[in-house]
């Protein structure tokens, strides 16, 4: 019996290596090599072709490269009663933190401003707000938005979060459901976005979104790239009422060389690194729950396709 990996990186040695380290029993594939069809089990996989997954007979469990499945779910020929599992991994975790984090404190702390007067030799004060007067929105607070929202008040900020339901985070209010969007975006002045992508949250970062955000306010945006209407940003940051972005990721990946946010000077952009999956860390729930799906019990994590996370 196999395990399938197509992944879109150049890590598939890598995670070869810690397989075989690991499961020294299961066949290791490497998207394209798949060889028969029935011989696989388990798939690991970002960005699957589409009906590929449907004509695997002997397939048990459906395992995402990352904490997003929408890549998955893109495929409208999904097999039947397979479970999907997300990644739930505390690297992957830390990272998202660390880069929401980071730019938050960059816009916080003023740096593009400082930077742009540095290339003019400009020796000027900024005013600066204290940090329990900034106030930070994070758009979605499951796993991952929750952790970020949770250190983001650790440094003293002044916390909220939106989620599609109640829920309770530590330091932050959270708000919950459409109705109490506007209000939340009402109140942060640097918003982090890291929802799932789902057909709620399609375009959720648009033209009436950056409107309800106080002048003067930054986007993160480190969800999907579904989830922000690219012209409306343009426009937002144009006119001078969202003062600068930081991007992870984009409607089209690779960003086209024709995009306009490559040059914006209040665009700060990466190319989908927020977090990137290292097998040595992400190894180990997958094993587990290959274990798991040998001695006849369900995995962990596995999504709701109804839900879409
Ligand atoms: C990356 O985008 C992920 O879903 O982990």
Redesign the pocket.
């Known amino acids: 019996m196999a395990l399938l990996l197509k992944t879109s990186s150049d890590r598939g040695p890598w995670w070869r290596e810690e397989f075989g380290k690991a499961l020294p029993d299961l066949e290791f594939r490497l998207w394209p090599a798949t060889g028969r069809a029935e011989d696989i089990e388990f798939a690991l996989v970002w960005k699957p072709e589409p009906g590929f997954l449907r004509a695997l007979p002997k397939l048990k469990v459906i395992f995402s490269l ?3 499945v929408d890549h998955i779910f893109e495929d409208p020929h999904l097999p039947e009663g397979v479970p999907i599992v997300r ?1 739930v991994d505390e690297q ?1 975790t830390r990272q998202m933190v660390e880069y929401a984090v980071l730019h938050t404190l960059r816009f916080h702390r003023q740096v593009p401003g400082y930077e742009a007067q540095q290339r003019d030799k400009r020796w000027h004060e900024l005013p600066q707000k204290m940090t329990r007067e900034r106030r930070v929105g994070v758009m979605g607070v499951g796993e991952i938005g929750g952790a970020v929202a949770r250190k983001l008040a650790g440094f003293g900020f002044d916390v909220a979060g939106w989620a599609r339901t109640e829920r309770k985070i530590e330091g932050a209010r959270v708000f919950a459901g459409r109705g109490q969007l506007t209000p939340f975006l009402g109140r942060s002045e640097i918003v982090v976005c890291v929802l799932p992508l789902t057909p709620d949250t399609t375009d959720i970062l648009n033209a009436r979104a950056f409107a309800a955000m106080p002048r003067g306010s930054y986007v993160i945006s480190i969800g999907r790239g579904g989830q922000l209407v690219e012209t409306d940003l343009l426009a937002a940051l144009d006119s001078g009422h969202l003062a600068g972005a930081a991007l992870d990721v984009f409607r089209e990946e690779p960003l086209p060389a024709s995009s306009p946010l490559w040059t914006h000077p209040k665009v700060t952009l990466t190319p ?1 690194v927020a ?1 990137i ?1 290292d097998p040595r860390s992400a190894l180990s729930q997958v094993v587990e729950n290959i274990g798991r799906v040998r001695r006849g019990l369900a995995p962990l994590n596995v999504v709701d396709p109804k839900r879409g996370y």
Request: glycine share 24%; charged share 0%.
């Open positions: 990352g904490a997003g990644l992957l989908h977090a999956t």
